[in-house]
């Protein structure tokens, strides 16, 4: 009623205010007020329309938004699950190498015992080959799982020689420990390049490697080869790997989906070729016989327009790496072989005074290098990096064995701590861990290590690189020992020790210059370590440290030794008191001077004057 009111209303003042008294006035506004009745229900028609139609998208919108809302949540939830199995995974391997570690090792130790009897030394090999394999299928899915990580490809030339020798090498405890007799010319040279990712491409050599094996039963003849060859007008590289089993079986897995559930990294392997335009051809796949080959194309024009490549130059490596001829007469891994020169008889050095600290936090590891290491050496055991720390300053260890993954301080951090303190940095370190990657190689080399080795290790090679690093640094101490007190009382059982100790020359540049300096400011009273650091451009504690690393003498006990050894010589010419040469050599205080003398040569500057 109200709206119709107001309608009239609007009519009767829009019909015409000048003609009121026009008798079709009344019938002029009925006109206009249903005109008006029809265009306000069309306008509410209208807005109802658009009303509803709003509220549809809005709902629609809502609809969507929280689909796409939803499918949000779910893809960040298995984003998360997939970073946990990835977490969980990275950790599962690292946790696998311990025990791998622990049964490798012992068994190898015992294999060695000579008085074993036949049955007892078969079920050794026996359980020796299973763990060999098992090691060999966790480092295929150590690799896997590192080259998932990782999506770049890192492409450098190499020759086709060196990839197989690099192949051959990885899988030597493997063969060795089983019934296989290898057919590798390794004097063959294919001296033409090819640029691949080597470390994708070692991982499918020796994938079909072990699959090969894994399908023959570790029982039989493998032939690996190289040869070149072309396929439409294009060259190649091929790797050939033929494997023969002594066990016959009429068992074939030649089809496709045979193949996909027999072989080992199938997926994997093909994708890497596809990234590579190699291709991998099976030839032949049974249990008798295999035969498998991987062609690679030469040149590197291919990788011109592929995406997540970097090109790098090729690592410093010789071409004529060592490779073992695999007999069941010869036990050793190849780095035994290697390293046989540092395993010399040691007699002259006790090194049942030598100290070894052993910085694990695993029991049964530490445990074990006790065992092996605590008939040659005092051993010193620590839990972890800060633990570790403690004892290293305390005992002064000849040298530090440690794991990388411990708790409260990792192995890195402690190796740090250790070479920035000038009592310490002198130490050489091993890192013995199960961390793989080049980048935690790097790590650990640029933080000061001395050496580096994965787990699991063979035990022959970590005593060997122990004593080669013990040694060295004895011998090091000895000759900066004998140059610092070559300036001996001339007798006639001592002739042969002067005229070897004269011949000791320092060869160390930093050394070198330390010693000419003091030389130069022997009477400089105002000469001291701080001067002597801003001569050579660098900090104490960094001066202190490089001292230390080089010559196992603290810088002041070097700076000293120098002093006396001119004093010794100053002596001999009986040209000069005692007085006199101790002013000479910078020293005031003849008590003083008296003290360190003796300290050196074990005799007072008088007698040693003669």
């Given at each position: 009623?109200?709206?119709?009111?107001?309608?009239?209303?609007?009519a009767?003042?829009?019909?015409?205010?000048?003609e009121?008294?026009n008798?079709?006035?009344?019938?002029?506004?009925?006109?206009?007020?249903?005109?008006?009745?029809?265009?306000?229900?069309?306008?509410?028609?209208f807005?109802?329309?658009?009303?509803?139609h709003?509220?549809?998208?809005?709902?629609?919108?809502s609809?969507?938004?929280?689909?796409l809302?939803?499918?949000?949540?779910?893809n960040?939830?298995?984003?998360?699950?997939?970073?946990?199995?990835?977490e969980?995974?990275?950790?599962?391997?690292q946790?696998?190498?311990?025990?791998?570690?622990?049964?490798?090792?012992?068994?190898?130790?015992?294999?060695?015992?000579?008085?074993?009897?036949?049955?007892?030394?078969?079920?050794l090999?026996?359980?020796?080959?299973?763990?060999?394999?098992?090691?060999?299928?966790?480092?295929?899915?150590?690799?896997?799982?590192?080259?998932?990580?990782?999506?770049?490809y890192?492409?450098?030339?190499?020759?086709?020689?060196?990839?197989?020798?690099?192949?051959?090498?990885?899988?030597?405890?493997l063969?060795?420990?089983?019934?296989?007799?290898?057919?590798?010319d390794?004097?063959k040279?294919?001296?033409?390049?090819i640029?691949?990712?080597?470390?994708?491409?070692?991982?499918?050599?020796?994938?079909?490697?072990?699959n090969v094996?894994?399908?023959?039963?570790?029982?039989?003849?493998?032939?690996?080869?190289?040869?070149?060859?072309?396929?439409?007008?294009?060259?190649?590289?091929?790797?050939?790997i033929?494997?023969?089993?002594?066990?016959?079986?009429d068992?074939?897995?030649?089809?496709?989906d045979?193949?996909r559930?027999?072989?080992?990294g199938?997926?994997?392997?093909?994708?890497?070729?596809?990234?590579h335009g190699?291709?991998?051809?099976?030839?032949?796949?049974?249990?008798?016989e295999?035969y498998i080959?991987?062609?690679?194309?030469?040149?590197?024009?291919?990788?011109?327009?592929?995406?997540?490549?970097?090109?790098?130059?090729?690592?410093?490596l010789?071409e004529?790496?060592?490779?073992?001829?695999?007999s069941?007469?010869?036990p050793?891994?190849?780095?035994?072989?290697?390293?046989?020169?540092?395993?010399?008889?040691?007699?002259?050095?006790?090194?049942?005074?030598l100290?070894?600290?052993?910085?694990?936090?695993?029991t049964?590891?530490?445990?074990?290098m006790?065992?092996?290491?605590s008939?040659?050496?005092?051993?010193?055991?620590?839990?972890?990096g800060?633990?570790?720390?403690?004892?290293?300053?305390r005992?002064l260890?000849?040298?530090?064995?440690?794991?990388?993954?411990?708790?409260?301080?990792?192995?890195?951090?402690?190796l740090?701590?250790l070479?920035?303190?000038?009592?310490?940095?002198?130490?050489?370190?091993?890192?013995?861990?199960?961390?793989?990657?080049d980048?935690?190689i790097?790590?650990?080399?640029?933080?000061?290590?001395?050496?580096?080795?994965?787990?699991?290790?063979?035990?022959?090679?970590?005593?060997?690189?122990?004593?080669?690093?013990?040694?060295s640094?004895?011998?090091?101490k000895?000759?900066?020992?004998?140059?610092?007190?070559?300036?001996?009382p001339?007798?006639?059982h001592?002739?042969?020790?002067?005229?070897d100790a004269?011949?000791?020359?320092v060869?160390?540049p930093?050394?070198?210059?330390?010693?000419?300096?003091?030389?130069?400011n022997?009477?400089?009273?105002?000469?001291?370590?701080?001067?002597?650091?801003?001569?050579?451009?660098?900090?104490?504690?960094?001066?202190?440290?490089?001292?230390k690393?080089?010559?196992?003498?603290?810088?002041?006990?070097?700076?000293?030794?120098?002093?006396l050894k001119e004093?010794?010589?100053?002596?001999?010419?009986k040209?000069?008191g005692?007085?006199?040469?101790s002013?000479?050599?910078?020293?005031?205080?003849?008590?003083?001077?008296?003290?360190?003398?003796?300290?050196l040569?074990?005799?007072?500057?008088?007698?040693?004057?003669?």
């Amino acid at each position: 009623m109200h709206i119709h009111s107001f309608i009239y209303s609007l009519a009767f003042f829009m019909a015409t205010p000048l003609e009121l008294g026009n008798s079709d006035l009344l019938g002029g506004i009925d006109s206009w007020v249903w005109m008006l009745y029809f265009v306000t229900i069309l306008l509410i028609l209208f807005a109802f329309y658009f009303y509803s139609h709003y509220r549809a998208r809005k709902y629609k919108t809502s609809l969507q938004d929280n689909k796409l809302k939803n499918e949000q949540e779910l893809n960040e939830t298995k984003l998360k699950h997939a970073q946990l199995r990835g977490e969980f995974q990275a950790d599962l391997l690292q946790r696998l190498r311990t025990p791998i570690s622990m049964l490798i090792a012992p068994l190898k130790e015992v294999m060695s015992i000579p008085d074993l009897s036949a049955p007892a030394k078969l079920k050794l090999e026996l359980a020796y080959r299973n763990a060999q394999i098992l090691q060999d299928f966790f480092i295929r899915l150590q690799e896997a799982y590192q080259m998932e990580a990782n999506q770049r490809y890192q492409i450098a030339s190499y020759t086709a020689t060196r990839i197989a020798n690099g192949v051959i090498r990885s899988s030597y405890e493997l063969l060795n420990a089983s019934n296989i007799e290898l057919h590798y010319d390794k004097d063959k040279r294919i001296t033409t390049e090819i640029w691949v990712d080597k470390r994708r491409i070692h991982f499918v050599l020796q994938s079909i490697l072990s699959n090969v094996l894994h399908i023959m039963e570790y029982n039989g003849d493998i032939w690996f080869d190289i040869f070149l060859n072309s396929n439409a007008e294009k060259e190649y590289c091929v790797f050939s790997i033929k494997g023969k089993s002594k066990t016959e079986s009429d068992h074939e897995v030649t089809d496709k989906d045979s193949l996909r559930e027999n072989f080992l990294g199938w997926d994997i392997i093909q994708e890497i070729n596809r990234i590579h335009g190699s291709e991998m051809k099976i030839e032949q796949l049974t249990q008798d016989e295999s035969y498998i080959e991987l062609w690679i194309p030469m040149g590197k024009e291919h990788w011109t327009a592929t995406e997540n490549v970097d090109f790098i130059n090729t690592d410093e490596l010789t071409e004529d790496e060592f490779l073992p001829e695999l007999s069941e007469s010869m036990p050793e891994a190849p780095i035994v072989v290697e390293t046989a020169e540092v395993l010399e008889d040691l007699e002259t050095i006790p090194d049942s005074k030598l100290k070894l600290l052993i910085i694990e936090d695993n029991t049964d590891i530490r445990f074990y290098m006790k065992i092996i290491f605590s008939n040659l050496y005092q051993v010193f055991l620590a839990e972890n990096g800060q633990e570790g720390v403690e004892v290293a300053r305390r005992e002064l260890p000849n040298l530090i064995l440690t794991d990388v993954m411990m708790p409260v301080m990792d192995g890195f951090e402690c190796l740090r701590v250790l070479k920035e303190d000038f009592r310490t940095c002198h130490i050489p370190v091993i890192i013995l861990t199960a961390l793989t990657s080049d980048e935690d190689i790097v790590k650990g080399t640029d933080l000061g290590a001395d050496d580096y080795i994965l787990k699991p290790f063979n035990p022959e090679v970590l005593r060997a690189k122990v004593k080669r690093l013990m040694r060295s640094r004895v011998e090091l101490k000895q000759i900066y020992t004998k140059l610092l007190t070559s300036a001996t009382p001339s007798s006639t059982h001592q002739d042969e020790d002067v005229a070897d100790a004269t011949n000791t020359k320092v060869e160390d540049p930093l050394i070198e210059k330390i010693v000419e300096l003091v030389k130069a400011n022997l009477q400089n009273p105002e000469f001291n370590v701080k001067s002597l650091a801003d001569m050579l451009f660098m900090s104490q504690p960094t001066l202190y440290r490089k001292v230390k690393q080089i010559t196992g003498f603290t810088i002041i006990e070097l700076v000293r030794g120098v002093r006396l050894k001119e004093a010794a010589e100053l002596l001999k010419t009986k040209q000069y008191g005692i007085q006199e040469v101790s002013e000479m050599v910078g020293y005031n205080d003849v008590p003083t001077f008296r003290k360190h003398f003796v300290s050196l040569y074990g005799t007072t500057p008088s007698t040693f004057a003669g």
